[in-house]
Each structure stands twice: as structure tokens, then as C-alpha cells.
T-cell receptor, first 110, second 116 residues
């Protein structure tokens, strides 16, 4: 079983739609969680951290479910510019090593 | 503020040849990372430096890969000899400190390596 698993997609949605991605992780002792965004042929960039209580940044909402070992990312009112690959990232232990999922590809169409 | 710099941006070599990549982190960042990203996968950590010391190289194929950060600033990653499966994007990242796990890593643009 992979340490971090994501649905590769692609998720193809119209502008204005709401879309959600899930990511599961295998190690129940995982400490920190993030979503990164990666545009085609570009480097990953931090989108947002994921906190236990859930957190929101504009149109983006991230949630953590420790009992079921998954995190989620919700994007409301999708924009064309949201088209990218969204990488789920987990820090497993005190090594602070980032473990990346393979990413979920989002395509927002006009 | 200047970001993480990497060179070259693209490299094409034949198998069994050698190749080296260079990275200059954001000024003042103590921690430097090299990742390998194969097409369709997420980045995989190869090696992590804290200043000029190695913190984690558990996933570095040491029979062919080497890396150094001699003065605790810029770093070089070398592959010798290259194999077809080394074709990937090599990403360098840096962070200010290695604290608490929430220290943001900033990535460079990467070097796209093609091994023929």
C-alpha cells in the first residue's frame, strides 16, 4: 500500500463548479498535512496547510479526518486558472520528510 | 526576493554517461532538498541537507547518485552512470529552518533529464 494515495483524475468540471479531492495516508502517526499545487511543467507550490479543525482560504477548504486517515480539498466556484495537479503531502514523523501523493489532475473548462 | 535557482533546465544524455545538476537555494535558507519526480508521480525525496550536513539520504541510490553542499549554500547532484529509469525532473527545494514540520519548502523550476 502506498504511503499517500490520491485519485489521479482527471476531474473535468465547468467553471463555477464545486469540486472535491480526497487523499488517504497509511501511517496513523502522521503529523502534518498539506496541499500543494503543480502547474504543467512547473514546480510544486504550497497551496495550504491542513489543520485538525479544518481551514479555509478563500474558495479553498481543507479538512483532516484522523479517524479515517484522509484529508480533503474542496474548491468552490472553480476558475479556469484552477486547472492544475493537486498534490497531497504528509509528514510522517519527526523526520520532517515530505511524502507526496501522485497528484490529482483538475481541468476546469469554460 | 530571489527564488531557488537551478541549472541546467534541460539535459539530454545517453545511458552510462554522467550528469550534474546545480542548485542555489534562497538566501539564508539552512535546509536544502533534492527530489526526483518521475512523470505521473509526486516528487520523491532523494537527499536533505541541513547547512552542509546530510540529514536524510535514505532514498538516494548511492551506487550512482551523489550530492554535496560543501559550503552550506549551493549544492550539486550527480548521476554516474545514468540509466534509462533516471529520466525525470530533478527538483531542488529549500526551507529556512528544519523546525516543527511546518517550515515551508520552496521549490526551484527543476532540471528535466532525459536519458536515451
Amino acid at each position: 500500500r502506498k504511503e499517500v494515495e490520491q485519485d489521479p483524475g482527471p476531474f473535468n468540471v465547468p467553471e463555477g463548479a464545486t469540486v472535491a479531492f480526497n487523499c488517504t495516508y497509511s501511517n496513523s502517526a502522521s503529523q502534518s498535512f498539506f496541499w500543494y499545487r503543480q502547474d504543467c511543467r512547473k514546480e510544486p507550490k504550497l497551496l495550504m496547510s491542513v489543520y485538525s479543525s479544518g481551514n479555509e482560504d478563500g474558495r479553498f477548504t481543507a479538512q483532516l479526518n484522523r479517524a479515517s486517515q484522509y484529508i480533503s480539498l474542496l474548491i468552490r466556484d472553480s476558475k479556469l486558472s484552477d486547472s492544475a495537479t493537486y498534490l497531497c503531502v504528509v509528514i510522517m514523523d519527526s523526520s520532517y520528510k515530505l511524502i507526496f501523493g501522485s497528484g490529482t489532475r483538475l481541468l476546469v473548462r469554460p | 526576493e530571489a527564488g531557488v535557482a537551478q541549472s541546467p533546465r534541460y539535459k539530454i544524455i545517453e545511458k552510462r554517461q554522467s550528469v550534474a545538476f546545480w542548485c542555489n537555494p534562497i538566501s539564508g535558507h539552512a535546509t536544502l532538498y533534492w527530489y526526483q519526480q518521475i512523470l505521473g508521480q509526486g516528487p520523491k525525496l532523494l537527499i536533505q541537507f541541513q547547512n552542509n550536513g546530510v540529514v536524510d539520504d535514505s532514498q538516494l541510490p548511492k551506487d550512482r547518485f551523489s550530492a554535496e553542499r560543501l559550503k552550506g549554500v549551493d549544492s550539486t547532484l550527480k548521476i554516474q552512470p545514468a540509466k534509462l529509469e533516471d529520466s525525470a525532473v530533478y527538483l531542488c527545494a529549500s526551507s529556512l529552518l528544519r523546525t516543527g514540520g511546518r517550515d515551508t519548502q520552496y521549490f526551484g523550476p527543476g532540471t528535466r533529464l532525459t536519458v536515451l
